[in-house]
């Protein structure tokens, strides 16, 4: 894989952001000052210890099933279902390890199995009536917990929902390379897709920013600016739902429920890193734009604008974020209708760090008593 070099980062106390990097070729048997190749054999290593997370709600089935055959034979697959028709995704699941044999995990966020085992431990933050509640964010820390079970040394998600299944195989090689780049044990590799292809009458359109990173990158951007003191639009992966991280970071993340979770991340990021508390060493974070396109199911305008909601409350509560930044943000969310005269976005709930959780004795808990939770191979 041929990834150009980043034009640079921005340091922000212990934490380094660098500016997008572009896949140039997936193979390629050069590479020059300006680029960095990482052939797939030197890359096998990190595969090896990668945990490859897949949150699902209802998605198409066939788009699901297309998705965990795209994942590299190298990686841990974690299915984490807030679904009704779950027993249909056990089934996806089950012959997926008879044909393939590759490692696979399912979880649901309903499982009152899983949310006994958390109340049990004290880790009831992701609870709601003894169960893990509803929302994305649960979700994916539920499969950062299976992954650190698994003694995974990185954890990476990816979309149920895409409708190009094969370049989620890209995905997981652009993770492994970020990894590879990385100077330090704490570090996220956040995506940037090439294109959003959207259907316009019988064409595809070649969008390069969907509706909601416009937005949360915008104000993030100014988050930043503010803190800098100069303008700076570095920050172009806010809502990467497709992102990876090594453990040592998601365990010492603190996390946000449902579609606050990305953002949330880099707010969390950026203010523990200025203020020294729990990234005394360098973090960094590099952003990989790739070489496929990205195109997923339409959830409609009220999907967008909950996702457009959950950005900007975290910025708009962020401890850096100053009156004039919250300010513009009222003033966007109501130009949208999403909020009404008087009302100030929503606080996010917050997920404490997993790094004190004993993962193993919670999954052993969970495979003991569940019914509904399966791990093959």
């Known amino acids: 894989m041929l990834v150009e070099t980043s034009k640079g980062a921005e340091n922000i106390g212990t934490l380094r952001i660098y500016y997008p990097q572009h896949v140039l070729k997936l193979e390629s048997k050069i590479s020059t000052s300006s680029t960095y ?26 788009l699901f099933d297309n998705v965990i055959r795209s994942i590299p ?81 990185y954890v990476g998600f990816v ?36 294109y959003k292809p ?64 990305e953002p949330h991340q880099l707010v969390y990021m950026l203010e523990e890193s200025i203020d020294g508390k729990s990234f005394k060493e360098r973090v960094e974070v590099f952003q990989i734009e790739t070489l496929s396109p990205h195109m997923h199911e339409n959830k409609g305008e009220k999907h967008i604008n909950e996702m457009i909601l959950s950005s900007l409350s975290t910025i708009y509560h962020s401890r850096l974020a100053d009156k004039g930044l919250r300010g513009k943000i009222i003033k966007e969310l109501k130009n949208r209708n999403i909020l009404k005269e008087g009302e100030e976005p929503p606080m996010n709930t917050i997920i404490p760090p997993i790094k004190d959780i004993n993962a193993r004795n919670l999954i052993k808990t969970i495979r003991k008593d569940s019914v509904i939770f399966m791990e093959l191979g």
Not at 79 to 100: A, G
Not at 105 to 123: E, M, N, T, V, W
Not at 163 to 169: G, T, V, W
Not at 228 to 247: F, P, Q, R, V, W
């Open 198 to 261: 959207k259907a316009v009458g019988n064409r595809l359109r070649l969008e390069k920013w969907g509706r909601v990173s416009k937005i949360t990158n915008k104000y993030l951007n100014l988050l930043l600016s503010n803190y800098l003191g100069y303008k700076t639009d570095i920050i172009k992966t806010g809502n990467a739902g497709e992102h990876a991280m090594s453990m040592k970071l998601a365990e010492r993340l603190s996390y946000a429920s449902a579609y606050f979770i």
């Open 37 to 62: 190749n990482f052939p797939r054999e030197s890359l096998n290593h990190i595969l090896k210890d990668f945990s490859i997370v897949i949150p699902i709600k209802d998605e198409n089935i066939k």
């Open 73 to 153: 034979a190298d990686c841990n697959i974690i299915v984490v279902s807030n679904s009704d028709n779950y027993k249909k995704e056990m089934k996806i699941v089950e012959n997926f390890y008879e044909t393939t044999e590759n490692p696979i995990i399912f979880a649901h966020q309903k499982d009152p199995c899983i949310g006994s085992a958390l109340q049990d431990i004290g880790y009831s933050s992701l609870l709601k009536d003894g169960q893990i509640r509803d929302g994305k964010g649960e979700g994916m820390i539920l499969g950062i917990l299976i992954a650190k079970y698994l003694k995974s040394g």
């Open 159 to 194: 979309d149920a929902d895409n409708y190009m299944s094969p370049s989620i195989y890209e995905y997981i090689l652009d993770f492994a390379a970020g990894i590879a780049m990385s100077n330090t044990p704490y570090s996220m590799v956040r995506l940037i897709w090439k």
